[in-house]
Structure formats: structure tokens, C-alpha cells
């Protein structure tokens, strides 16, 4: 994950947010993204964090059986995911991937919906960030932790801040390394294979499996990000779902791989495993040339994680802003075309959520974690209640149908409804719960926005001009060779509201904003 990022990624990690289903059809931008770059973008926001910062926490709670839960968990965001496609993929054309669920469950679920995954980005790219800080130890034996943790979050701030077309070139150039890392040190862990290290698969007991499965559900987030551009894909119905797949199964390959080097290397007892268990099970399969290597790829990885998540995240408040959900000031773009107010306030959150990880101790991390999980876990299952409720009404709208009606849906609730008990103690999950319940409130003393500003910001949406699709069209630009255009699409002025939409209090992507569409 973002949860978290490639990239747009980022993830997530990180980080969650619906796609403007605009088409040139409708004057948004004629770029159509290649299926190679929905998948880098993809596997580039699940590995950031997923691998770097979970990893070590992972084996050394669950040992071998680390990798029955690498796939436990890969199977179980499978099911959401296509849920996830089978919804989002219902949105109109301007409409936000979410709007689908809003006239399905209500708007206010559809607020809940968003609140909870932008939770779970911004937490996500808290503990993404408090790794980075650890493994920059590596290379600095006394750097604090936390205070390089948080020069890297003001770093990625005014990054956002900037130019993002640049973003997305570079991201791409990170993830081909970082992948590239992990090959590598995965080779070496088969190389260093013995059946023997499996002798004892789950040396604290098959609950810690179930506790390690829960723990990474939100390492697999992060395919999110495909149905966030999906207005700049052509034929996205059979597209879309099949990218999400593709990357999904990469990336459980590549989990479990490197869980399988992490436990032959035998180091899971170490002192710091937790935090940098890919660095002390290199220096054992690999040497210190490995450690050097592993270490560099932690720290592109890890802050391109962040960056993907703190991307989303503020692309989420964005549109949240385009439904009249929250006030229309967050998503005020610069004019450059940066969510600046967005990013800023959920960089302060970001900066809240480290601070509490590090005064809370040697657990604090592990705490950022289950928060992040479960804002994730709520998210997802409501996605899951509506992809079962549109299944119970035969999937009416155009849009992906999943095979055998509501049996996928119905299991993905389960699945993923069993998995908040395993997370930790009973308090962490319910201080999670009540950082998504808080979602309740703000909706309850929302204040009215600008419908003029509500209107801009559609129409920035509409015409795919936001962060997030720049950075997509330059991961795009690098692994066309250059051949497909990777700036800013000409978006022309904004023309004057609507009366209509005016008087009706719209002005949301479409007629979202209002809710009298039951966006």
C-alpha cells in the first residue's frame, strides 16, 4: 500500500478516491492512458508501503505463516476490488467514482464512504513515513527518527505544492527500481532456501496468522488509484477490472516472495526487525552490499508511498469539495492546478498522527497501522453493500457485472467484516472506528459551499485537471517511450454557472453536489 503508492499513487495508501468518469465525448481530455501505466501506477502504490513498512512486522508476528497471510489477505481485497470496479465503473460521465454509492445507499454514505478512506490515506502515509525515518538509520545511525520523518512530510508538501507532471515521470523511474530491488533479494531468499526454515510455520500460533492477514489488508490498497483516472481510459468496463486484477496478482507475487526471503534469513528475533526487517535480512542472504541496495530502495519507496498517499488524500478532499460535502475553500485549486489548502491540512493531520505514533512508544507504529486498517476495512464493506445491493437488483445500470450476483459481494462483506477482531486490542480498533465516526459529525454541521467554487472545481474534475490524472499521463508519458502527450490538458475557462444548477444548490460533479441525483 497506500495504503498505501506509485504512484499516484500513488496508493494509499494510500489513497482512495473515486474517478471523474469524464470523456472527450463530454470536452474532458482526449488522453486515453495505456494499460501498462494503470498497472505501474497500481503496483507502484501497493509496494511503497505494503513491503518496506509492514513486512518486518508481519514475519515477526506470524513467521512463516506470514505468507498464508500475505495471500489470505490478497484473496480478500480481490473481492473487494471487484466491488470496487463494479461500482465505481456506474459513475456518469463528470461524476466522481463514489456518486454511484451515493444514490445507491444515500449521500450521507457516500460522505462516510470517502471520509473513511481518506483516513486511511492519511494514516497510511503517516506510518509509510515513520519507516522511511527508520531506515534512514541505516545510513545515519543517530538521525532521530521522527525528526526525519517529519522534514520528509514538509518536503512532500511543498512538493505538492509544485509541478506534477515531473511527479509522475520520476515515480516511474522509482517503482522500475524498487521492484527491481525486490527481485533481487527475493533470488537470493530462494537461493537461501531450506525446507527446514518452514519447520515451524506459525511459531506464535494460527491466530497470529489471523492477526498478520488483518494487518495487511490495507497493504494491498492502492488499486484504488485505476478507478481514480478511469475518466481517461477508453473502454474502462473491461479495462478497468482487468488492470485492478493484474496488479493485485503481481503484487501478492512479489509479497510473497520477499516474505519467504524474510524468513529464511532468519532474523525475524532480531532487535528492529519490525521496522526494518528487509535491511538485517539482506545483510544475512545478501551482505552489506544488499543492506546498501535494500536500504536505498526502502527510502524511494517508502517516501514515494508517502507522496502517493498524501496525493490521494488531498485529491479526495478535492472531491469531496466538488459534492458540497465539505466546504468548497479545500478544494480551491492554485494556479498551477494544486489542491493547496487540501494538501496542507492533511499534511497537519499527517504531522498529529506521528507525533502520537511516537510518544505512545515502541507500539505507536503498530497503532498508525490498525487505524489505517480499520477506516479501510469500513470503507470497503461499504462498497461491498452496495456492489450486493446493485447485484440483488440484477446490476440495472451500465457498468461491470460480476459473475454469480451477489456471491461475490456477500463475500467480500465477510471476509472483510472478520477481519477488525484480529486487528489488535479492542481499543485501537474502536479509536479507528471513532476517527471514521467523526465523519458523522462533519457531515451533521456542514457548512453550505460556494456554488460558484463548487462549480470550478467540477469543471477542473470534468476536464481531467487535477494532481492526480498529471501525475497519471506522466507515468503514462514514460512508458509510452514518449509518445503519448504528458502535459497539462488545455482546459478551457470556466464558464458561468447554470442558473439552474445554481438555484437547485448543485453544481457537484454532474448534478452530485445537490444530492437530488442521490449521489
Keep these: 500500500m497506500n495504503a498505501g503508492h506509485a504512484n499516484p499513487a500513488v496508493g494509499s495508501q494510500g489513497s482512495p478516491s473515486g474517478g471523474a468518469a469524464a ?83 444515500g449521500p450521507v454514505w457516500r460522505f462516510i464512504t470517502m471520509w473513511a478512506f481518506y483516513i486511511m490515506g492519511v494514516s497510511a502515509t503517516a506510518y509509510v513515513l515513520m519507516s522511511f525515518g527508520s531506515y534512514f538509520r541505516v545510513f545515519v545511525p543517530h538521525a532521530a527518527a521522527v525528526v526525519v520523518s517529519l522534514v520528509a512530510v514538509a518536503a512532500l508538501m511543498f512538493l505538492n505544492w509544485g509541478p506534477t507532471a515531473l511527479v509522475g515521470k520520476a515515480e516511474t523511474v522509482m517503482v522500475g527500481f524498487k521492484v527491481g530491488v525486490l527481485i533481487l533479494v527475493i533470488i537470493f531468499g530462494f537461493i537461501a532456501f531450506k ?93 552489506a552490499w544488499g543492506v546498501t541496495l535494500v536500504g536505498i530502495a526502502a527510502l524511494v519507496s517508502t517516501l514515494s508511498g508517502a507522496n502517493a498517499n498524501l496525493l490521494g488524500s488531498g485529491d479526495l478532499l478535492v472531491r469531496m469539495a466538488a459534492t458540497g460535502d465539505i466546504p468548497s475553500k479545500f478544494g480551491r485549486l492554485s494556479k498551477k492546478g494544486n489542491p493547496i489548502l487540501a494538501i496542507t491540512v492533511s499534511t497537519a493531520i499527517i504531522v498529529v498522527l506521528m507525533l502520537a505514533a511516537h510518544f505512545t512508544g515502541s507500539g505507536g507504529m503498530r497503532l498508525i497501522v490498525v487505524f489505517t486498517n480499520v477506516s479501510g476495512i469500513i470503507a470497503l464493506i461499504l462498497v461491498d453493500i452496495t456492489a450486493a445491493k446493485m447485484a440483488f437488483g440484477h446490476w440495472k445500470t451500465p457498468g461491470v457485472k460480476l459473475k454469480g450476483g451477489m456471491l461475490i459481494p456477500i463475500l467480500a462483506i465477510i471476509a472483510a467484516a472478520i477481519q477488525i477482531p484480529s486487528l489488535g486490542k479492542w481499543w485501537e480498533t474502536a479509536i479507528g472506528t471513532a476517527m471514521v465516526a467523526v465523519g458523522f459529525l462533519i457531515w451533521a454541521f456542514r457548512k453550505h459551499s460556494d456554488p460558484q467554487e463548487v462549480h470550478e472545481i467540477n469543471h477542473h474534475l470534468a476536464h481531467n485537471n487535477t494532481p492526480l490524472h498529471r501525475v497519471a499521463r506522466g507515468v503514462d508519458y514514460v512508458l509510452s517511450g514518449g509518445k503519448r502527450h504528458a502535459n497539462v490538458p488545455s482546459v478551457p475557462p470556466v464558464p458561468p454557472m447554470p442558473v439552474a444548477a445554481g438555484a437547485a444548490g448543485s453544481g457537484g460533479v454532474a448534478s452530485e453536489a445537490s444530492g437530488s441525483a442521490g449521489a
Design 23 to 105: 470523456t472527450s465525448a463530454k470536452g474532458g481530455s482526449s488522453h486515453n492512458l495505456g494499460m501498462i501505466a494503470l498497472i505501474a501506477m497500481a503496483v507502484g502504490t501497493m509496494v511503497g508501503g505494503g513491503v518496506f513498512a509492514l513486512s518486518g512486522m508481519v514475519v515477526q508476528e506470524a513467521g512463516a505463516g506470514s505468507i498464508i497471510a500475505y495471500i489470505l489477505a490478497g484473496i480478500v481485497m480481490m473481492l473487494s476490488a471487484l466491488c470496487f470496479a463494479a461500482v465505481s465503473s456506474r459513475a456518469k460521465p463528470g461524476e466522481t467514482g463514489y456518486a454511484p454509492l451515493g444514490r445507491t445507499l
Design 195 to 287: 525446507p527446514s526454515f518452514f519447520d515451524n510455520w506459525a511459531p506464535h500460533g494460527f491466530g497470529s496468522v489471523l492477526s498478520a492477514t488483518a494487518l495487511l489488508f490495507t497493504a494491498y490498497a492502492g488499486f484504488n488509484v485505476i478507478t481514480n483516472v478511469s475518466g481517461s481510459v477508453k473502454n474502462s468496463e473491461k479495462k478497468v477490472p482487468r488492470a485492478i486484477i493484474l496488479s493485485l496478482a503481481i503484487v501478492a507475487a512479489i509479497y510473497i516472495g520477499v516474505a519467504i526471503a524474510l524468513v529464511v534469513s532468519g532474523q525475524a528475533g532480531d532487535h528492529g526487525f519490525a521496522q526494518n526487517g528487509l535491511t538485517l535480512a539482506a545483510k544475512k542472504i545478501m551482505g
